[in-house]
């Protein structure tokens, strides 16, 4: 027992971090679980706008207004793409699980397509919902 | 469950909750961008109806499960120290439970009504 506790105090450590080099797939990954963390913490607000919205004839045109603002809009832009990021990455991780796109050079193609058609999604709302 | 199994069953309920998460919500974009324009008529009538109430109301159940388990797994790697740990899972376990409760409510007020 001693003997293990001498070794994990050997054990060498790498804090340097500049020296990691993330492959796409770690980047995605992370974006995975950030945009996830921001779906999370955004769910209040649209219970908020859901339950205006069916309150009554006002309440509806007043959820209306409220989700035309541009300070709402910037945030259903940033929600939108965490939705389509996570939606997308969720996809890639259920195929992994099944052994598609399972080998090393494809799985970082796929994560930068990922990267990718979140982006995509997020110009193309944001100039739906500003122009 | 043998406590070797339970880090399967979350891994399970994750896959479970986002496929049926995925398929609900394509049908809501489906349904969004085919109405022309949204009344309030049109938009009661969508979530007053038995089975798209029901599917909300399952949705949101899965919703939170799978809010469970990926926030779970993320206070699990990155917060250190027992006490600080459980502090933060019962807030958001609670906060979790009363994001449902209000959810439930506001969907259980609606009078079912087929078309």
């Known amino acids: ?131 | 469950m043998s406590y070797q199994a339970k880090g399967l069953q979350a891994w399970f309920f994750q896959r479970v909750t986002g496929v049926f998460m995925a398929f609900y919500m394509v049908y809501v974009l489906w349904f969004s961008l085919s109405t022309e324009l949204f009344t309030y008529q049109i938009w009661l009538a969508w979530f007053s109806h038995p089975l798209m109430n029901m599917a909300t109301a399952l949705f949101f159940i899965q919703l939170v499960v799978h809010t469970w388990v990926g926030m779970r797994d993320i206070v699990l790697d990155y917060m250190p120290g027992d006490i600080l740990r459980f502090i933060t899972l019962t807030c958001i376990s609670l906060f979790l439970m009363a994001l449902s409760i209000g959810m439930l409510r506001i969907l259980f007020s609606l009078s079912f009504n087929i078309l």
């Not at chain 1, 603002?69 to 990021?85: M, N």
């Open chain 1, 1 to 131: 027992m001693n003997d293990f506790k001498k070794q994990i105090k050997k054990r060498p450590k790498n804090l340097n971090l500049l020296s990691v080099k993330f492959p796409m797939s770690a980047v995605m990954s992370v974006g995975h679980r950030a945009a996830g963390v921001l779906l999370f913490i955004s769910i209040p607000y649209f219970i908020y706008v859901f339950q205006l919205s069916l309150s009554d004839e006002t309440g509806f045109l007043q959820a209306k207004t409220e989700l035309n603002s541009p300070l709402v809009k910037l945030f259903l832009l940033i929600f939108i793409w965490a939705l389509a990021h996570h939606f997308l990455a969720g996809i890639r991780f259920l195929l992994l699980d099944l052994d598609i796109g399972i080998e090393k050079k494809w799985a970082q193609k796929t994560a930068v397509l990922v990267i990718a058609s979140g982006f995509i999604i997020f110009l193309i709302c944001s100039v739906v919902l500003f122009y």
